[in-house]
Nanobody, 128 residues
Framework: QLQLVESGGGLVQPGGSLRLSCVASESTLDSYVIGWFRQAPGKEREGVSCISSSGSGTNYVDSVKGRFTISRDTAKNTVYLQMNSLKPEDTAVYYC?????????????????????WGQGTQVTVSS
């Protein structure tokens, strides 16, 4: 069973940066779409970004385009979310998730129920 572990969250001032990491327990990134989601208190879980199993396809929710970048290092079984120019509204618990599909391109952001494996989440707080 694939396991995902997120890290890199923390407290940062508005305008600051954080890099989240999602480490997979198996060397299978080539078979999975990896997505990043976030959930703020009292709000539904929101898809933030995804990267295709080939690594060539990426997508972002409009609110983070130009500020967040998803990438991966297959040698380390790790997917990253680089978050720049952070805003208070980015405050949330961030989760990574895996969708088993070698052909998915991330031409669209996949919704939460399409993902099978989830990490435990990492808290990101943007505040002065």
């Amino acid at each position: 069973q694939l396991q995902l572990v997120e890290s890199g969250g923390g407290l940062v001032q508005p305008g600051g940066s954080l890099r989240l990491s999602c480490v997979a327990s198996e060397s299978t990134l080539d078979s999975y779409v990896i997505g990043w989601f976030r959930q703020a208190p009292g709000k539904e879980r929101e898809g933030v970004s995804c990267i295709s199993s080939s690594g060539s396809g990426t997508n972002y929710v409009d609110s983070v385009k130009g500020r967040f970048t998803i990438s991966r290092d297959t040698a380390k079984n790790t997917v990253y979310l680089q978050m720049n120019s952070l805003k208070p509204e980015d405050t949330a618990v961030y989760y990574c998730a895996a969708l088993l599909n070698s052909f998915a391109t991330c031409a669209r952001l996949y919704v939460a129920h399409e993902y099978y494996y989830w990490g435990q989440g990492t808290q990101v707080t943007v505040s002065s």
